[in-house]
């Protein structure tokens, strides 16, 4: 047996299945053992490249035949169109924080923390115990786990201020991340052709959720400090609307905390008006000067739908996250969640439980603070000095981002492409607007990989805005 007598073999069948029938019997190995003077093991090794070359297929107790080919030709799936006709709102295939990134770009455009700003230990430890728990091979009730629930209703009960009366674990319904909730809240309490009152700019996915639950949006005016209290209750008052959603705190992509009396304000139009605020508090664990501070703490009266995840600071893998709501609205969610959902894995809760109850998850919040804080104190000194042009309104207290205006004449394609040939990738504003965008912005996501590539990054952003 030899590589020599094995592509001898293989050259001569070959050139026989050349001219052989698709289909056709191809000797036993016991004839090619005998024609060729060569043993089992080097018949075997030149039927199986012939395999891999895919000139032939064995087919068990049967033998082995040349391999029948297929004529290659266009699939037709022209008949959808008429079954499915024109889409009821265009939603990008993928938005540019969803998209993976070469391995070998600063990936400013990430929408998710770098795995080294996350509890490893914590979550691999978390992981391990939950696969050897009875949550590997049982039904979580479809409100979540108990343990989850206690959980999340007890760190919001930790923030209400004497006199508010705490939510219980039974207002929590646990969900495969927010994204989900997103949806799921905004069909069961908006619904399909009402108007949904919503920051601008704001979250891209909100926007995409709304979208396809056929909300109707209504943008209201937002910024550095959050959105004008007049200017909310004018837009309640214009379109009849009864929910608002928003982010009080380090909103994606401004990186606005609310003031407390912002907080107290919105809530007061919010009750004037017999209406929601759905509180999206997606970086509650990213405060870096501050640190989130929940409006759904200061009610007690089920104005407040409040979204907790934990799929940015314990793990992406980890797809876990909460929604607080009282009185109906608690009931209307947990029907859609089941509608859509039924639960979520018991496993990945007991996991996400385990890390949050661990003391090590202090400790790591408090280091993730620091290394947050130097990110995005080098990311923005790196624009100053090399894209002095991308202008910070302010530096956001917490959270993963920088919000940059460009000068008006930016073209925001062009940037884009040009920073993204030069290896950076870099998200265009446009995706966190549900209008019109009222100028060129960027965001950029300072808990990437590599943040000693920061400055190389800011260096490319500021070339290609003096060409775009
Ligand atoms: C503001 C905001 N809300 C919700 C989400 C959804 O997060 P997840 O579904 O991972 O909980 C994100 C993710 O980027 C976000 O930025």
Redesign the pocket.
């Known amino acids: 047996m030899n590589n020599d007598s094995t592509a001898r073999i293989v050259d001569a069948l070959q050139r026989w299945i050349a001219q052989a029938p698709p289909g056709a019997k191809v000797p036993s190995n016991r004839a090619l053992m005998a024609e060729y003077g060569a043993g089992p093991v080097t018949v075997q090794k030149a039927m199986r490249k012939l395999a891999a070359l895919g000139l032939v297929e064995s087919r068990p107790g049967v033998g082995t035949f040349v391999r029948t080919v297929r004529t290659a030709r266009p699939l037709d799936y022209g008949w959808q169109t008429g079954a499915l006709r024109s889409p009821r709102t265009r939603i990008p295939a993928l938005s540019t924080?969803m998209r993976s990134g070469r391995p070998d770009t600063i990936g400013l455009h990430a929408?998710?923390p770098d795995r080294e700003l996350l509890p490893e230990r914590l979550v691999r430890a978390a992981l391990a115990r939950a696969a050897r728990s009875d949550a590997a091979l049982t039904r979580t009730p479809a409100a979540g786990s108990p343990e989850l629930q206690a959980w999340f209703a007890g760190e919001l009960a930790e923030a209400a201020p004497v006199g508010v009366a705490p939510p219980s674990p039974r207002d929590v319904v646990v969900l495969p991340?927010?994204?989900?909730g997103?949806s799921t809240v905004f069909r069961a309490l908006v619904g399909s052709g009402s108007p949904l009152l919503m920051e601008s700019p704001s979250?891209w996915?909100?926007i995409v959720a709304a979208a396809q639950t056929g909300v109707h949006v209504v943008p209201v005016p937002s910024g550095a400090d959050g959105p004008d209290a007049e200017e909310l209750a004018r837009a309640f008052d214009e379109t009849g609307a009864r929910a608002f959603y928003a982010?009080p705190n380090y909103a994606?992509p401004t990186g606005a905390q609310w003031s407390a009396e912002l907080r107290e304000e919105v809530l007061g139009v919010v009750r004037a008006h017999g209406a929601f605020l759905v509180e999206?508090d997606?970086?509650h664990d990213f405060g870096i000067d501050t640190s989130a501070q929940p409006v759904a703490a200061h009610d007690d009266a089920g104005h407040v739908v409040y979204?907790r995840?934990l799929?940015?600071s314990v793990s992406?893998s980890i797809?876990v996250?909460a929604v607080v709501a009282r009185g109906p609205a608690r009931d209307r969610i947990l029907a859609d969640h089941g509608a859509v959902s039924m639960y979520v894995s018991g496993l990945l809760q007991a996991a996400a439980v385990d890390v949050v109850t661990q003391p090590g998850w202090r400790t790591h919040l408090r280091s993730l603070r620091r290394q947050l804080r130097s990110r995005r104190d080098m990311l923005a000194a790196a624009l100053a000095e090399h894209a002095p042009g991308a202008h910070l309104a302010h530096l956001p207290p917490g959270g993963l981002n920088l919000w940059a205006r460009l000068p008006d004449s930016t073209s925001l394609d062009r940037l884009v492409r040009d920073c993204e040939a030069e290896g950076v990738t870099i998200a265009p504003g446009t995706e966190w607007f549900p209008a019109e965008p009222p100028g060129p912005y960027i965001r950029l996501n300072y808990s990437v990989p590599d943040p000693d590539r920061f400055p190389d990054g800011a260096r490319v952003i500021g070339r290609a805005l003096s060409d775009a």
């Open positions: 924080p929408g998710y991340g927010s994204q989900s997103l979250y996915g909100a982010q994606n999206d997606w970086a979204l995840s799929t940015k992406p797809r996250a």
